[in-house]
């Protein structure tokens, strides 16, 4: 099917654009009355992502409502667990938690390598109804977390500070913590393959706890398995965010993705010059910026367009919108960067 708004698929290879393109990481959701609505309907967060047609719905929200050029499928970075054989819950007001976790090599029995047609199959219907009823109008993202991120919830059981059980893990039992980063790793390759499939036009890796390792950690233990699953995901365009970890951003240039998603604490010009100028950058203006007046938004978001002037760029916050901000707000970014 051709994509009619394809702005963010030519950003990505560096052919002509018309003028930037822009989404938000969680742009689907609780700044939207209309997500709420939806939302209140069911039992909770788990019981929305797992009813195709409402996560359908949901997804495609923001292209009416915000005007945003991409959708991106609505789900969670932890069905990969729950997929291995690690359920999980999601906790009003407090996030994930895992009533069961991975300590050690024994607990690697109970898990097995995802297979995302038996195991993931409510993802796999709602990008193909989410593909259908938008109708080529903008591409729709597919996404998954990085293996470190996946691995941290699984052996801390739940958010964290500080992680410590899971970075504990790293230095007391590295051979046991490959063996889970490998079997995270593979379980999703087969998903992102499988999203892709059934209709995803780019795929994003999240690795949103990249910047409590190390830099010789995030190495060994993060970024070698982000790089195998950009090596086996040929088929569409790969962004890979990895909040925190601006000590890696040299080593991120050198993966073979597509797109390199900055935080906001990554100086734009700074990460240019350490990425190269093949990648295409995503980002990156501090989400509490659309905390302010009209007229700070407005100049915030002029600022960072001209930041990253004359390079292959991706308009979005430095991460994910924050659940309280006015979707008026909102729409005032992305007419700022679609007018600039």
């Not at 609780?30 to 609505?37: N, V």
């Not at 409510?122 to 293996?147: D, M, Q, S």
């Not at 949103?208 to 365009?237: M, R």
Request: charged letters at 20%; aromatic letters at 8%.
């Amino acid at each position: 099917m051709e994509i009619k708004n394809d702005l963010i698929l030519r950003a990505i290879r560096g052919e002509k654009i018309e003028r930037t393109p822009v989404w938000l990481m969680r742009q689907a959701g609780r700044i939207l009355p209309e997500y709420r609505a939806v939302r209140n309907s069911v039992s909770g967060f788990i019981e929305l992502a797992k009813t195709p047609e409402l996560a359908a719905e949901v997804t495609i929200q923001p292209v009416d409502l915000l005007g945003v050029d991409a959708a991106i499928i609505f789900s969670d970075i932890l069905v990969i667990p729950e997929a291995m054989g690690l359920p999980y819950e999601m906790v009003e007001k407090k996030g994930p938690w895992f009533p069961s976790t991975v300590n050690g090599p024994s607990d690697l029995k109970k898990l097995r390598i995802a297979n995302p047609q038996e195991d993931l199959h409510y993802v796999l219907e709602a990008i193909k109804i989410t593909k259908k009823a938008l109708n080529g109008r903008v591409p729709l993202i597919g996404f998954a977390g990085a293996p470190w991120t996946i691995f941290a919830y699984m052996v801390e059981g739940s958010g964290s500070k500080t992680f410590s059980k899971s970075r504990a893990a790293l230095y007391l039992d590295p051979e046991f913590s490959h063996k889970l980063l490998d079997m995270i790793t593979n379980s999703t390759i087969k998903y992102l393959k499988a999203q892709i499939t059934a209709g995803a036009n780019l795929v994003q890796v999240f690795d949103s706890w990249a910047g409590i390792l190390p830099p010789s950690h995030y190495a060994e233990f993060s970024l070698q398995y982000i790089e195998k699953i950009c090596n086996a995901i040929t088929e569409v365009p790969v962004t890979v965010f990895a909040k925190g970890a601006y000590f890696a951003r040299e080593a991120l240039g050198k993966i073979n993705c597509d797109t390199i998603g900055l935080d906001w604490n990554m100086d734009i010009k700074e990460s240019r010059t350490l990425i190269g100028s093949e990648k295409a950058l995503q980002g990156n203006l501090d989400p509490a910026a659309l905390y302010g007046s009209d007229k700070s938004i407005v100049a915030s978001t002029q600022n960072m367009m001209k930041a990253f002037e004359g390079s292959k760029h991706i308009a979005n916050l430095g991460h994910g919108v924050y659940p309280d901000i006015d979707p008026e707000k909102v729409k005032l970014f992305i007419q700022t960067v679609k007018t600039y």
